[in-house]
């Protein structure tokens, strides 16, 4: 059975390396693969790299032709994500829906059975409205996504959704929480890199920047085991499922988890420049049981043993 895992980034990378570890040899599709980052987490000799395009519909059916694709883990966005998308909203738009569309479009005319899409906790946490409570007869019975990145997301799981309904699709989307972990190439969302830098600063000696708010964050290695364990669990039973830690993390906790790793580190509190949106109006974490229920996900990286994790990973291949 193969699988291919298109993005081959923080994530995606980190499912490719779960999968060889198990003995399978995943194609990983990606527009513009950067094979030394790669290669930093998965053994590039155990995987297929491959250029391809999700906005090139017929190249992926032809991918999942001539490599015998039995499932798909969907992981490609646009750069940046929730900052690129408000400084590039088309380009953001059209890769993320009809990216994903044509991903669902080439799984619905191969008869190829599952197909496992990142979708983002920004759905939990970049709302607003929903003033008429759920009452379905009004023009606002359910709160807004409040960015463009979330509003292609959004857009994504109902698409996704309505490919398991009407065309045999076995269909998850993942709401990862935000995303951090090894990865030294370019890509990522602005959280993602921020903790990377922060972690950069930390071990070289110099003043770490965290963002100031509350956040709700995801190891990378457990987003791809969620991701993995949907690409896996037998009776799925199409939906959306919440990936994160199962808790929010405030600035000092962050702080703290960074000096457990780097004793004496200084930290400041500080969004970063260009961040430009706010991080989120809500301070509730995911509910993780549907997770736990159907796709047997609980997260493995708390806060602290994540920080420790990517610190050893950062020492060991970022110098
Ligand atoms: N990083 C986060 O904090 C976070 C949080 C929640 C959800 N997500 C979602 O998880 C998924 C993976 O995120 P990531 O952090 O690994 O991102 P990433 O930027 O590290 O990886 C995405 C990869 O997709 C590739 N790509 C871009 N356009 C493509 C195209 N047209 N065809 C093929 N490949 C293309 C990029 O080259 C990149 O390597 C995304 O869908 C993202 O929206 C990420």
Known sequence: MTTLVIGAGLIGSQVARILVERGEKPVLMDSAAQPAAIGQIVDLAKVTLIVGDVLRPLSIVDVLRSHSIARIAHTAANPLLTLGAQKDPYAAINLNIMGTVNVL?????????RVVVSSSSVLNHYLDGGEDGGNFGKEEAFPRPTTFYSATKQAVESLGLNYAKWCGIEFAGLRYGAVFGPWSG???????????????????????TVPPGVMEWVYSKDAARGTVLALDTKDLGSGVFNITMGAMTTPNEMAAAIQAVVPGAKVKFEAPAGTGVSLSNRDSHADLSRAKRH?????????QDAVKDLGEWMRRYMG
């Open 105 to 113: 479009e080439a799984a619905r005319v191969t008869g190829l059975k």
């Open 186 to 208: 370019a890509g990522g969302g602005g959280p993602s890199n921020i903790i990377r830098e922060a972690m950069r600063s930390a071990l070289a000696g110099k003043e770490a």
């Open 295 to 303: 796709l047997g996900f609980e997260p493995q990286f708390r806060l």
